[in-house]
């Protein structure tokens, strides 16, 4: 466990998640712990603990506190299992699944986010991470299959791949809906050849992007 949590992040859980009904006491515990600020962009590192997502430079955020726990708590993990992580950003997440899961497998598109995660994470003393630069809607097929898959970024559709490198009895969670509105944070779960497929709250996320849009945004302001 990453120690060297600061309080705000006692705070932040208390008030931005255990009084809207996170309960999983792993999640608490891991969101308590790891330090938020660590994974923000220097210009605002101040207000990173708020109740909102924080700019990360490259037209992407850190997702809001809430959502994060909320995912998180989702995904029901116990200790063992393989996650798959579309969206790295920050890292922040990552670090999240990494205290909760055996091992976590991230992807993100644009290659300057990925490495100044990969580098926090390193520091953090994070070891059973492994990361890809590349397009998540593929998946990681080498990897395959998945306990969990987390898709941090908005979709009209469920991408293909990712569900079939779902493990028989695993978890994807990932927003559907148009990518200039809201989203549904939505669960399915795969069970043999079928899949089950619950529709969850509200959500507003970046969209998933094609690896040429992907370029477009990496041209923009860096972090
Ligand atoms: N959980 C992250 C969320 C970052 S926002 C955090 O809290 O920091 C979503 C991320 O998904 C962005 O970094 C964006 O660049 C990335 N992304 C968008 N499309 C992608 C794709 N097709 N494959 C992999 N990553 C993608």
């Known amino acids: 466990m990453a120690g060297d949590g600061p309080r705000e992040a006692g705070r932040m859980v208390q008030r ?5 009904g ?7 515990a891991a969101m308590s ?3 938020r600020h660590r994974f923000a962009a220097a210009a605002s590192r101040s207000g990173c603990y708020g109740d909102h ?20 708590e989702l995904l029901s993990l116990t200790g063992g299992e393989r996650v798959l992580e579309v969206g790295t950003g920050s890292g922040y997440q990552t670090a999240i699944l990494a205290e909760l899961a055996g091992h976590v497998w991230s992807i993100e598109i644009i290659p300057a986010l990925q490495d100044r995660a990969k580098r926090v994470l390193a520091d953090l ?12 809607a593929l998946g990681w097929r080498d990897e395959a299959p998945f306990d969990r ?21 695993g978890v994807m969670l990932i927003p559907i809906g148009a990518e200039d509105g809201y989203q549904v944070m939505t669960t399915i779960r795969r069970c043999g050849g079928a899949t089950r497929t619950v529709r ?13 849009a992907a370029a477009g945004a990496a041209g923009g302001e860096p972090g």
């Open 16 to 20: 931005q998640l255990q009084s809207r």
């Open 22 to 28: 996170i309960t999983d006491r792993r999640v608490i």
């Open 33 to 35: 712990q790891v330090p």
């Open 53 to 72: 997502p924080v700019a990360i430079g490259f037209r992407q955020t850190m997702s809001q506190p809430f959502m994060v726990g909320l995912m998180t």
């Open 125 to 136: 003393g994070y070891a059973n991470i492994d990361f890809r630069t590349g397009d998540g």
């Open 149 to 169: 898959i987390l898709v941090a970024a908005a979709s009209a559709a469920v991408p293909s791949p990712l569900v079939e490198q779902l493990a028989d009895g």
């Open 200 to 212: 969850g709250v509200d959500c507003r996320f970046v969209p998933l992007r094609t690896p040429s």
